[in-house]
């Protein structure tokens, strides 16, 4: 098997650039990851907002349905029988 010495060059390159620590790539990466940070933080403080807002519905919902009277829509079914005669 024999290798051209421009295909030993290409790899030889290659390595160079990959452990080049003040190169174009490694800027860009960090430019990257500083971005990504400040959209992860922004989408992390939205999904905490909307988890507050969904608790907050769910506590409404709760206690429209727990709520006494006309503001439920709902009967007590079980209250009737137990009453005493007099109450009648």
């Not at 519905?57 to 349905?65: S, V």
């Amino acid at each position: 098997m024999t290798t051209s010495l421009a295909g030993s060059d290409d790899w030889r390159i290659t390595c160079s650039k990959a452990n080049d620590k003040t190169g174009e790539a490694v800027s860009k990466y960090r430019s990257a990851l500083a971005s990504e940070k400040v959209r992860s933080k922004k989408f992390e403080s939205e999904l905490n907002r909307k988890e507050k807002a969904l608790a907050e519905t769910y506590t409404l919902l709760e206690l429209l349905r727990k709520s006494p009277g006309d503001l439920s829509g709902t009967k007590r079914s079980n209250d009737l029988p137990f009453r005493s005669p007099t109450c009648k």
